[in-house]
């Protein structure tokens, strides 16, 4: 018989018990959302914390130290042979000391950094108040951590006031220093920018400010290299210089992972509804089956093959499994954007920043689909085979 | 349709049904029941047959073998000089619904689908188009007054109607032999007669060989070609001889 029939049947089949399909497909949708809309929410939390740790851009940056225990130190000789490598773009280097800030009356410890214009565009550290150093070597951008220290409630408040920084240095970034330690007192620069960054207060200087008291050894180099596909190669060359290379790819990969195992155990939870669900299938199938023994039977006195009555089973359980397969997908999605609205109103109402909680990947939505399907299918085989050997006088003969 | 007009021009009296020394043997446990003890039947084309014989006799079993579902143990089943039982069982069905139709005692339907959807599907089997499946189910339909019920479910319809949409059902394919088990068992006089009407004029109008399996006497008069059954044998006999011998077993 013509596949298209046996669809048309099928389907034909299933309407005539409308109530129980409906119920066989409920359960379905039930178990595919609950998976589609578990598994979102992974999705979504490794969304946000992704776009927490940065920007694609970054991954085309190294940040290359210098170990603690060598006696490789990172200067202006490392630098040129690290920036001599291939595809490797541009590099800025990071100076860091100790001191402290003073604005008025207040003062507080601080990490005072020496860094260039571009060493921004290059960290996850991004300028969100201010335009940035202009190449006067007296001027300053605080981070958010320092402000909250000085008192400073509105970043903008602060820009274009001159404070004071003590900058403390040491002979092992500073070799030709006279005494082990220095201290530079009350150093004038002008705030030009403000940086989003929580954890220590920080100042950044213009980085030829603090070369030119004689730091030599940098904290940190930022490689950009021309695409991440030679991030491995670079990484063995640059280690095999003495140096430590830090990847953002390797901390991406390292919450993927998590969030891998995490989806795992959302989907986990769905498949137990699916699983009942299945049972459904199989319930309802074969209830049909006894139901329809007779006509079974006089199918195949009507000259219906085994083969297209096994046929027609597995097409009912897979239509089950397809539209519910369908329809849960769309619930399960549906129900992750209605809460992702809910919470955007909310969190504009209160102020803050609006987020997405819950992300449905398209490919992710249809193998979900294809799946439900699947187990559709899957669990047809056994009431579709009993349908196809059943013998027709003995079906004839049931009541 | 080339089946159609093959039909006629054979109408020369050919042999359709042809049975030699058919017995069959049912296995119960440690006993061997035999059903059928040695039928020889012969049935020519447009014929209409009548099987007359008490519950139990093997008249099922005989149908049942002659339509190609049940392998007698010996003996041989030729078809319109097709020997049956030498085909595939997937060629047999396939022989089966373009030569046999069948009316049950009790109607068996596809629930969910239409009258004309059930009278069409042997067609279906036959890979026919769904449109030209339709037309022959229409055209069957109104050849037994039936039009009217086309889109109606068949377990709707009363017993005799549903029992003539089993008679438009068994021709549809344009087979040349119908058989008929007890087809008006179920049913009250008034629409066992419509049946019984129904069977006649497939046989005479639309020149049908039947064969109608009873064990109502009344039905007895239908045909002069009458087979008694009885303990797994067919005789050819006349509808007194019958009538005598039932008279003679009631004493």
Redesign the interface.
């Known amino acids: 018989m013509k596949f298209k029939y046996l669809l048309e049947i099928a389907f034909r089949n299933l309407w005539f018990r409308v109530g129980r399909t409906v119920i066989t497909i409920a359960g379905v949708v039930i178990g595919i959302g609950a998976i589609v809309f578990l598994v979102s929410l992974g999705y979504g939390l490794q969304k946000m914390t992704l776009a927490q740790i940065g920007t694609m851009k970054l991954l085309e940056v190294l940040d290359v130290y210098s170990e603690k225990s060598t006696i490789v130190r990172m200067n202006d000789k490392e630098v040129e042979r690290i920036s001599n490598l291939a595809h490797v773009e541009a590099t800025t280097p990071l100076i860091s000391l100790g001191g402290k800030i003073k604005r008025g009356d207040k003062e507080t410890e601080a990490i005072i950094y020496g860094a260039e214009r571009r060493y921004f565009d290059f960290s996850e550290t991004s300028l969100s108040t201010g335009a940035g150093f202009t190449g006067d070597l007296n001027e300053a951008i605080l981070n958010t951590a320092a402000l909250d220290l000085l008192g400073v409630k509105n970043p903008r408040d602060v820009l274009g006031e001159t404070i004071k920084t003590d900058v403390v240095l040491t002979k092992s970034v500073a070799p030709n220093l006279k005494k082990e330690r220095e201290t530079e007192k009350n150093l004038k620069v002008k705030v030009v920018g403000v940086v989003s960054e929580n954890g220590s207060a920080a100042v950044y200087l213009p980085l030829f400010k603090l070369t030119s008291k004689g730091v030599e050894n940098y904290q940190l180099l930022k490689v950009k290299i021309d695409s991440k596909e030679w991030v491995e190669q670079l990484r063995f060359q640059i280690e095999n210089f003495g140096f430590r290379v830090d990847w953002i790819g390797d901390t991406i990969a390292q919450v993927n992972q998590v969030f891998n195992l995490f989806k795992i155990i959302l989907g986990a939870f769905g498949g137990i509804a699916l699983l009942v669900s299945a049972l459904g299938i199989f319930n309802t199938l074969t209830v049909s089956l006894m139901e329809r023994t007779r006509e079974i039977g006089v199918m195949q006195v009507l000259g219906m093959r085994g083969k297209d009555i096994q046929k027609l089973f597995l097409i009912e359980a897979g239509l089950i499994g397809a539209v519910g397969g369908t329809a849960g997908t769309l619930v399960g999605y549906g129900l992750g954007q209605l809460l992702n609205y809910l919470l955007q109103i909310f969190a504009t109402r209160a102020g803050a920043e609006a987020v997405a909680i819950f992300y449905t990947p398209l490919p992710f939505a249809i193998l979900v689909g294809l799946f439900a399907l699947l187990i559709g299918l899957f669990t047809g085989i056994y009431p579709a085979l009993r349908a196809r050997h059943i013998h027709s006088l003995d079906a004839l003969r049931y009541e | 349709m080339a089946n159609r007009n093959q039909n006629k021009s054979k109408k020369s009296k050919s042999i359709v049904i042809e049975t030699q020394n058919l017995r069959k043997s049912f296995r119960f446990a440690k006993s061997e029941i035999s059903v059928l003890r040695g039928v020889d039947l012969k049935v020519k084309e447009g014929e209409l047959v009548v099987i007359f014989g008490p519950s139990g006799c093997g008249k099922s079993t005989l149908l049942?073998i002659l339509?190609g579902?049940?392998e007698p143990t010996t003996g041989e089943v030729k078809i319109l000089d097709e020997e049956i039982y030498n085909l595939s069982?997937?060629e047999r069905?396939?022989f089966?619904?373009r030569r046999m139709g069948?009316v049950?005692q009790q109607p068996?339907?596809?629930?969910?689908?239409s009258v004309i959807e059930n009278v069409a599907?042997?067609l279906?089997?036959?890979?026919l188009t769904?449109t030209s499946s339709l037309r022959e189910a229409r055209l069957v339909l109104s050849w037994l007054g039936l039009e009217k019920f086309k889109n109606h479910y068949p377990a709707t319809l009363s017993g005799g109607e549903q029992q003539k949409v089993t008679v438009a059902?068994a021709i549809v394919?344009n087979p040349t032999i119908v058989f008929a088990d007890e087809p008006t068992g179920n049913l009250d006089t008034k629409a066992a007669g419509e049946v019984i009407e129904t069977l006649k004029f497939l046989n005479r109008k639309l020149g049908r060989t039947v064969i109608l399996v009873t064990h109502n006497p009344q039905y007895l008069h239908l045909s002069k070609s009458l087979y008694y059954m009885e303990d797994g044998k067919v005789f050819k006999t006349s509808s007194q001889a019958i009538a005598k011998h039932i008279a003679e077993i009631s004493i």
């Open positions: 049942n339509l579902l049940e069982p997937d069905a396939h089966r619904v069948m049950y068996i339907w596809i629930r969910s689908l599907f042997p279906y089997n036959l890979n769904k059902r394919a």
